[in-house]
């Protein structure tokens, strides 16, 4: 036989050989089903409607991306991916119940991935404000990288510098210009390549630094929750369990959950505790809006909203300059 046909027929057994469907064991699946229940049931009972909404359709969706019909690799390969996102949905789960007890780190955490300062939502929100744009291989060094919205976005935040609770600000936008009179190590001019490299990694620094403006009535709700305007909706309670319900959860868990307010932070959520969480969110969230007039972006930031309220508040309770002694 001809070694052509020999490497026709190897290509062909390869394309053709099956991965063996992957079926996970009992105590795989008795795992993820508790670890499901218990992250819904936590998010359930978060303090925030909205984080409530998220987090839940948000863990939904992974434990469908890893359903045993969607998977591709040999087992082996799994076995090994499943433990690792186990251990993340437990690092999870726990979060979750340190929110749920009123661990300030915690819920600002929550609220931070609800309303798209990290994480997916982020990711989601980045998306549709850069959609359309041109990579950056593809476009002329001498020519703008980022589209108009961005640019506007990115100076604004330099200058109003909001808090960097979830992220850091950028200082500066002079490297997004290829620097054409720097030299290499050893002191020869940069070739085209090498200034491309460098303008796409700081493109993409920036990117990662850059706040994401909310949709309007997720902006105007946090900025009337934060300044009180708008009352906080009721915080569910967390039903009474019955003794022996989630005696799984404790082999899962690695502890009884019964000690866990006595173990962490334990603290009752109120509303002034609730509006302060809200504001350490607002305080980094931008809103844009088109000047048709200027052809320009105005960016309106929570940080300079909740600077004014205070401003105004102290000069009202002042007393009055003009008054006679």
Not at 24 to 30: A, C, I, W
Request: one cysteine or more; aromatic letters at 6%.
């Amino acid at each position: 036989m001809r070694l052509s046909a020999v490497l026709q027929q190897a290509n062909f057994q390869i394309k053709t050989t099956a991965v063996p469907k992957y079926v996970p064991t009992n105590e795989q699946t008795t795992t993820a089903r508790h670890l499901l229940r218990a992250l819904l049931r936590e998010a359930s009972y978060l303090p925030d409607a909205n984080a409530r909404a998220w987090v839940g359709n948000h863990v939904k969706s992974r434990f469908r991306a890893y359903s045993p019909d969607k998977i591709k690799s040999q087992p082996s390969d799994i076995d090994l991916r499943l433990q690792a996102q186990i251990s993340k949905a437990r690092k999870s789960l726990r979060q979750l119940r340190m929110a749920n007890i009123g661990d300030k780190d915690g819920i600002e955490r929550v609220l931070h991935h609800a309303y798209g300062r990290t994480g997916r939502r982020r990711h989601v929100l980045m998306s549709s404000l850069t959609k359309g744009d041109t990579p950056v291989d593809k476009i002329p060094l001498n020519e703008p990288t980022l589209n108009l919205a961005v640019m506007a976005l990115l100076k604004s935040q330099v200058k109003t510098a909001p808090p960097e609770a979830a992220r850091k600000n950028p200082k500066t936008l002079v490297r997004l210009k290829p620097d054409y009179n720097g030299k290499t190590i050893w002191l020869k001019p940069k070739t085209e390549d090498r200034l491309r490299k460098e303008v796409k990694a700081e493109r993409s620094a920036l990117l990662n630094m850059l706040q994401i403006p909310l949709p309007d009535d997720e902006y105007e709700f946090l900025r009337d929750v934060s300044l009180g305007s708008k009352r906080i909706g009721t915080i569910p309670k967390p039903r009474n369990r019955l003794p022996g319900v989630y005696a799984t959860d404790r082999w899962l868990q690695g502890r009884d959950s019964e000690d866990m307010e006595e173990k962490f932070r334990s603290r009752n959520i109120s509303t002034r505790f609730m509006q302060r969480r809200y504001a350490v969110v607002f305080a980094q969230c931008p809103q844009m809006a088109w000047n048709e007039d200027n052809k320009t972006w105005a960016v309106t930031w929570g940080k300079r909203e909740l600077q004014s309220s205070v401003i105004r508040h102290a000069t009202r309770d002042s007393p009055s300059l003009t008054s006679s002694g």
